[in-house]
């Protein structure tokens, strides 16, 4: 099915430990996204993606790497998890119709930090 | 520092009421300014957008109204439903990079 998905759903590791969330989508959007969701603070950037291979830094980089080596994925890895990186979180895809943006973003993976 | 402040932080209204998010911006290179709902569970999705060169718009019982000067927005949920609970992030987009700075959302409750 076209559409935008991520995994895994629910995640749970432990501190120090590497984890990599992993994003897909089937409609070749150029520009993808990461955020993390945390209550009373929204939506936060992490890093986005132009395109393959171009990468960039949002609001909240420290503590995450990604990489971008075809258009349809966008994995996001902690690579030594801490207890503060517990949150939502969500991979996004855009495409512009006219003048508008429009961010389409996954179901979200539920990531606990023991 | 937090480009897009938003509130209220929750809101509860009965059915048929007017519930009225607001959001106001301090980055004036914000030209795209888009609403998204998000269900429990599920991810955000796009609700209705504004660009500044117009002071309202309207979709179905959604409305957004702009300010320019005051750098202020509001969302305005007319004849409110059960179904419109959710939560609501307003955001901000400068020159067409597609990348938005989202407020910290409103979780909406419309009781019966």
């Known amino acids: 099915d076209a559409g935008i998905t991520q995994s895994p759903r629910y995640k749970i590791t432990e501190t120090g430990r590497q984890v990599t969330l992993m994003c897909h989508q089937t409609?070749?959007?150029?520009?993808m996204f990461w955020y993390r969701q945390d209550l009373g603070h929204g939506l936060r950037l992490i890093y986005y993606?132009?395109?393959?291979?171009?990468?960039d830094k949002g609001e909240v980089p420290d503590g995450y790497v990604v990489s971008r080596s075809k258009t349809e994925n966008f994995p996001l890895t902690l690579e030594s998890a801490t207890r503060s990186q517990t949150s939502v979180y969500f991979c996004?895809?855009?495409?512009?119709?006219?003048?508008?943006?429009?961010?389409?973003f996954g179901p979200g993976t539920r990531l606990t930090v023991l | 520092q937090q480009q897009v402040k938003q509130s209220p932080q929750s809101l509860i209204v009965q059915k048929g009421g007017i519930p009225i998010i607001n959001c106001a911006y301090e980055?004036?290179?914000?030209?795209?300014f888009p609403w998204y709902q998000q269900f429990p569970g599920k991810g955000p999705a796009l609700l209705i957008a504004?660009?500044?060169?117009?002071s309202e718009k309207k979709e179905g019982r959604f409305t957004i109204s702009f300010n320019k000067s005051a750098k202020q927005f509001s969302l305005h949920i007319m004849d409110s439903q059960p179904g419109d609970s959710a939560t609501y992030f307003c955001?901000?987009?400068?020159?067409?990079?597609?990348?938005?700075?989202f407020g910290a959302g409103t979780r909406l409750a419309v009781h019966p």
């Open positions: 996004a895809s855009s495409v512009r119709s006219g003048s508008f943006n429009e961010q389409f």
């Open positions: 409609w070749s959007h150029s520009y």
């Open positions: 993606s132009a395109a393959a291979d171009i990468t």
């Open positions: 980055n004036t290179a914000f030209d795209y």
């Open positions: 504004i660009r500044p060169d117009v």
């Open positions: 955001a901000g987009e400068a020159g067409g990079y597609n990348k938005l700075i």
